[in-house]
């Protein structure tokens, strides 16, 4: 258990370095088996997500070592094209190996996937694209079988931009024979990352930012030395906790177009926003205004994973902030905790109504997922007294350091493990 003691902060002030990003991280990492080769990767956050990743790494046969932010691959070795439950079980994006598996083995055993509670996260998509490339796929009470001869290019036409689903389709397709056209595709900013990576692999990838991928094929490349991107959702986190305490905080080294819905919003309630080439710096002035209505919507929309840390910005807004949420049928379960430090919002079903109040008071809270747990470190800054927030290791699945970084902007924040 892990025990966040969070006190009320009048202004988080000061410059901040973003971590690399989780979700760009791990399907880079499943990337790397697709076929033999010795990989150095940099900026990689240190994560229990990323430790999982690495594990199942590890299990396939690979050498895989983090040191600080550098991870080492070698999947040269690589001998199994199964993974146990135990491991898939840790997080959602260990399903990612199975497009990863399938390229490099023609096989893939695995079971359903783990990760945050945020309602149904069905994999249907994920196992249609593939299926259409010609695997053939057998599901039995969780357990998956997939196992193909031969891959081929096709067309595949997602009906909702899944990001888990994109990405393995493109890991597969890498190894299909001719070329690959996924349309209605996700265009995240991680699947822009994730075809760079694989282009410098020598696959042939074009289009990652648009919905409509194309992927041809690969050359061999026996080495490769990577940077993962900066964590769009952590910059997003620590804009939304600067508006909260009345801050000034330069956020370094991001691009702040990749979380510019996010921006918008705070500008919206008031804060000033400076944007520089790799870098944004938010002041805010103290008692922020509501910003009317959210919705969550996959990129270029609002991010659901910005949804509860926005949330937590708005407790003590001037005003009503009226959130949808469109993505995950059950992201609000930071919302009861919430309310006990005495927050006012009225959950019903996608909806959630948010009236500012004057005052929130410090409370026992219990992290419910990662970005949920972010957001009640947020409203923790904002009440008065202290604040606990206890956690089954949500917030350090994707925050690196978040204590160590909020103090360096004034926070008075310390974790208990
Ligand atoms: C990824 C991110 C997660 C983010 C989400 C949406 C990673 C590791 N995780 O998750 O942080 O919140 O994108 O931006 O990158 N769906 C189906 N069938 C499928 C797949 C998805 O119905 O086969 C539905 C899901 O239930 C959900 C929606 O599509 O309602 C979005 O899911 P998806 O985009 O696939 O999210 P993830 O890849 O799981």
Redesign the pocket.
């Known amino acids: 258990m892990e025990i966040w003691h969070v006190r009320e902060t009048k202004r988080l002030e000061g410059a901040c370095f973003v971590q690399g990003s989780?979700?760009a991280s791990?399907?880079i990492l499943a990337a790397c088996i697709i076929r033999p080769v010795r990989v150095e990767l940099k900026n990689v956050p240190q994560l229990r997500d990323v430790d999982a990743a690495l594990r199942i790494l590890r299990h396939l046969g690979c050498l895989a070592e983090q040191r600080g932010n550098e991870v080492y691959i070698d999947s040269t070795g690589l001998t199994r094209s199964t993974i146990p439950h135990a491991l898939m079980e840790e997080m959602?994006?260990s399903v990612i190996f199975m497009g990863a598996l399938i390229a490099r083995c023609g096989e893939a055993q695995l079971s359903l996937p783990g990760?945050c509670q945020?309602?149904?996260?069905?994999?249907?998509?994920?196992?249609s694209a593939l299926r259409q490339m010609g695997a053939q796929i057998e599901e039995d009470r969780g357990e998956i079988c997939c196992g193909s001869a031969r891959l081929r290019g096709c067309r595949i036409a997602l009906p909702?931009?899944?990001?888990?689903?994109t990405?393995n389709a493109m890991l597969a397709a890498c190894a299909a024979e001719g070329e690959t056209v996924i349309e209605g595709a996700?265009r995240?900013p991680?699947i822009l990352a994730l075809q760079d990576f694989l282009c410098a692999m020598g696959a042939s990838v074009s289009g990652a930012g648009s919905n409509t991928i194309c992927i041809s094929g690969m050359e061999k490349r026996e080495a490769l030395s990577w940077r993962i991107v900066p964590d769009r959702?952590v910059a997003a986190t620590i804009a939304c906790a600067a508006a909260a305490t009345g801050g000034d905080v330069e956020l370094r080294g991001i691009d702040p177009q990749q979380f510019s819905t996010v921006l918008y919003f705070l500008n919206q309630s008031g804060c000033d926003i400076i944007h520089g080439k790799r870098s944004v710096r938010l002041l805010s002035s103290g008692r922020l205004r509501a910003v009317g209505e959210v919705m969550t919507a996959?990129?270029p929309g609002f991010?659901?994973?910005a949804q509860p840390v926005l949330m937590a910005a708005m407790l003590k807004a001037r005003g009503e902030t009226r959130i949808i949420e469109t993505?995950?049928?059950n992201r609000y379960r930071q919302a009861p905790e919430l309310c006990r430090l005495g927050a006012d919002i009225t959950v019903n079903g996608r909806v959630a109504e948010i009236w500012g109040v004057e005052r929130l008071h410090g409370a026992a809270l219990t992290a419910t997922d990662l970005r949920g747990g972010a957001a009640m470190i947020i409203a923790g800054l904002c009440a008065e007294g202290e604040t606990l927030v206890c956690d089954e290791g949500h917030i350090t699945r994707g925050y690196e350091g978040l204590d160590r970084r909020l103090r360096a902007l004034g926070a008075d924040i310390f974790l208990e493990y």
């Open positions: 989780k979700n791990l399907p959602r994006s990760g945020l309602g149904k996260r069905p994999i249907d998509l994920h196992l909702f931009p899944s990001v888990g689903a990405e996700a995240e991680e959702i996959p990129f991010p659901t994973d993505i995950f049928e």
